[in-house]
């Protein structure tokens, strides 16, 4: 929610899309470079305390803000120092948050309980900046900006409230530096999960920038100013809310790698369509399968890797999950404002769109060899929880 918020003040103080793009660059870069040091942690500490940690300094970070911008004070700068602190929080969050899964549910509820969790966190994702685009119309940035922060107060709660019985994870003699390396080797040697990842690392270089873009596109293409940003983010969100509910139809992981080829090459189609579309109407309507085929790619890519990796790497494995899917977002962030100040912001979305049905469809070819092999790592893991059932079986094999 803040983002897009963030955004479209970035936007409203300079009319630039250049540094739209180098806003989302600094806020979510550090993401991409200190990940690797959160996921080590998670592997390390108590992931309940690291969590709460991070959301008190989120919430800190999001009050300043509010408080900056409210009073009319706000500046460019205080912009990209706020963005930024709040990647290296970010850092640390994501990965530890991602592996404090297992925690709550155990082992045997494993399975749906990533799924639910896919699709909590990636719709939230794609759901929070519709609201912030009706909240920017309604009542300006500032007042979303305090209203983000208040809602960090009713999570820290919870997250207090919690009773969580932690694995006990032994000490590593290794250096904090060599249990990264070690979790980097892990997904460069498993090539389904590699696969996974690198999709997902391409499609938020060169797709996911459209959210960075959607303000030029709201104000100077389609002419509807704040009011249709939030108009076309909400249509986005009714999308994603639609994949969410489809994929929480389902249980277990069998046949989630067709879904994330399907899901991407629909999302570079969907997207190549909007980037064409000039009338305000079609240009909503495009957005439902945008949100619709991204939030599949992103949760079934989700559920697939938690499935296969050992809860011993799971921090490491998930920080450079978080590497792929928001650390590559600031250099698409930088790029596509780059070349929309070059070559306008409809032809780069149209080159996002063309990459990415092209790696969909390469994805979809090497999909069967990779199959094996994945169905081996996600039995493996079950058989680490405990023998696994009949019905536990039959959701993984054909």
């Not at 936007?11 to 996921?39: C, E, K």
């Not at 719709?123 to 983000?148: D, Q, S, T, Y």
């Not at 390396?181 to 696969?195: D, L």
Request: include cysteine.
């Amino acid at each position: 929610m803040q983002s897009v918020a963030q955004s479209w003040l970035v936007y409203r103080l300079t009319g630039s899309s250049l540094l739209l793009g180098s806003v989302g660059f600094a806020s979510q870069i550090p993401v991409f470079l200190m990940a690797p040091f959160g996921g080590a942690m998670a592997d390390r500490a108590n992931r309940h305390r690291v969590i709460i940690a991070t959301q008190t300094l989120s919430m800190i970070l999001a009050l300043i803000l509010a408080g900056l911008t409210l009073t009319g004070k706000v500046q460019v700068w205080h912009i990209f120092v706020l963005a930024s602190t709040l990647g290296i929080v970010n850092a640390f969050d994501i990965p530890g948050r991602q592996a404090f899964l297992v925690d709550m549910v155990g082992k045997e509820d494993l399975m749906n309980a990533i799924a639910l969790n896919s699709s909590m966190f990636n719709g939230a994702r794609i759901i929070g900046p519709a609201i912030a685009g009706i909240l920017v119309a309604k009542i300006g940035e500032g007042w979303c900006f305090f209203a983000n922060g208040v809602s960090y107060i009713a999570v820290i709660i919870g997250l207090l409230m919690m009773k969580i019985q932690c694995t006990r994870r032994m000490p590593s003699a290794a250096s904090p530096l060599a249990d990264i390396i070690e979790g980097f080797r892990f997904v460069s040697r498993t090539a389904p999960i590699r696969a996974l990842l690198l999709l997902l690392g391409l499609v938020s270089l060169v797709g996911m920038p459209y959210t960075v873009l959607m303000p030029v596109f709201a104000d100077r293409i389609l002419h509807g100013g704040a009011r249709g940003l939030g108009i076309l983010m909400g249509a986005t969100g009714v999308g994603a809310l639609l994949g969410a509910l489809t994929l929480a139809m389902r249980s277990g992981v069998k046949g989630l790698g067709r879904w994330v080829a399907f899901s991407c090459g629909g999302f570079g189609i969907s997207l190549l369509l909007f980037s064409f579309s000039r009338h305000f109407s079609l240009s909503a309507a495009l957005l439902l399968p945008v949100g619709f085929s991204m939030m599949l790619q992103m949760a079934c890519s989700n559920t697939l890797i938690q499935a296969m990796v050992p809860d011993e790497l799971r921090g490491r494995v998930m920080a450079v999950y978080s590497m792929m899917f928001m650390g590559m977002a600031p250099f698409g962030a930088l790029l596509g404002g780059a070349l929309a100040d070059r070559l306008g912001a409809p032809l780069t979305l149209a080159i996002g769109a063309v990459a990415c049905m092209g790696a969909a469809l390469l994805f979809g070819i090497r999909l069967p060899s990779l199959r094996v092999e994945g169905k081996q790592l996600i039995l493996a893991q079950a058989m680490a929880g405990g023998e696994p059932s009949e019905e536990m079986t039959a959701r993984v094999v054909d």
